[in-house]
């Protein structure tokens, strides 16, 4: 009984690596391809602040938003996310704050500051896409970071695609493994708890 109980565990534990290891080549594979399309909107998903600066992570995602923006996908820009813990300022905002630097005019700039997790981010957006008649969305992230935003964004039924920055601060492989072995776990989190 000892024998067959330790066997079946380790059946468990090999298919349960086996399915972390598919996972991760979906999650890796899915955030190298860039699928904007024209659509209402560009949903910049929000990152860390500084103060009142983007960190690095956030700032290739504006920076990503904004060129999305120059090249025609989209005529409104929303940034998402409030004020994180000992934070001043929204992550919202300061995606704001760029892209009228960067010459937008501001009534094409749209943000929601209520969110502070990445469900949330898209479920606020999608309420600010209602309330302002938009239709589709390009969604904005870290390629890593595709995966799941997507699922989340086809689970509230926003019409959208993805379009992954192309450049990160996740850079290194060891960097790179760090992130994907985080969102393999916050995938697993997401389908067990839906957020």
């Given at each position: 009984?000892r024998?067959?109980?330790?066997k079946?565990?380790?059946?468990?534990?090999v298919?349960?690596?086996?399915?972390?290891v598919?996972?991760?080549?979906?999650?890796?594979?899915?955030?190298?391809?860039d699928?904007?399309?024209?659509?209402d909107c560009?949903?910049?998903?929000?990152?860390?602040v500084q103060?009142?600066?983007?960190?690095?992570?956030?700032e290739e995602r504006?920076?990503?938003g904004l060129?999305l923006?120059?090249?025609?996908?989209?005529?409104?820009l929303?940034?998402?996310?409030?004020?994180?813990?000992g934070?001043?300022?929204?992550e919202?905002?300061?995606g704001?704050?760029?892209a009228?630097?960067?010459?937008?005019p501001a009534?094409?700039i749209?943000?929601?500051e209520?969110s502070r997790?990445t469900?949330q981010n898209?479920?606020?957006?999608?309420?600010?896409?209602?309330?302002?008649g938009?239709?589709s969305?390009v969604?904005?992230?870290?390629?890593?970071?595709?995966?799941r935003?997507?699922?989340?964004?086809?689970d509230?039924d926003?019409?959208a695609?993805?379009?992954p920055?192309p450049?990160s601060?996740?850079?290194?492989?060891?960097?790179?493994?760090?992130?994907?072995?985080?969102?393999?776990?916050?995938i697993?989190?997401?389908?067990?708890?839906?957020?």
């Amino acid at each position: 009984m000892r024998k067959r109980l330790k066997k079946i565990a380790i059946w468990l534990l090999v298919a349960s690596l086996g399915w972390c290891v598919i996972l991760g080549a979906i999650v890796w594979r899915y955030g190298t391809h860039d699928r904007a399309a024209k659509s209402d909107c560009i949903i910049v998903l929000g990152a860390a602040v500084q103060g009142a600066t983007a960190s690095p992570v956030f700032e290739e995602r504006i920076r990503h938003g904004l060129s999305l923006y120059d090249s025609g996908y989209a005529p409104k820009l929303l940034f998402t996310r409030g004020i994180g813990d000992g934070q001043t300022h929204s992550e919202a905002s300061v995606g704001r704050s760029a892209a009228i630097q960067h010459r937008i005019p501001a009534v094409n700039i749209l943000v929601e500051e209520k969110s502070r997790t990445t469900q949330q981010n898209l479920s606020e957006a999608l309420a600010v896409m209602r309330q302002h008649g938009l239709k589709s969305a390009v969604i904005v992230s870290d390629p890593l970071h595709m995966k799941r935003s997507m699922m989340m964004a086809d689970d509230l039924d926003i019409p959208a695609v993805s379009s992954p920055t192309p450049t990160s601060r996740y850079r290194s492989l060891k960097t790179k493994l760090v992130f994907l072995l985080r969102e393999i776990y916050f995938i697993h989190h997401y389908i067990a708890t839906g957020q």
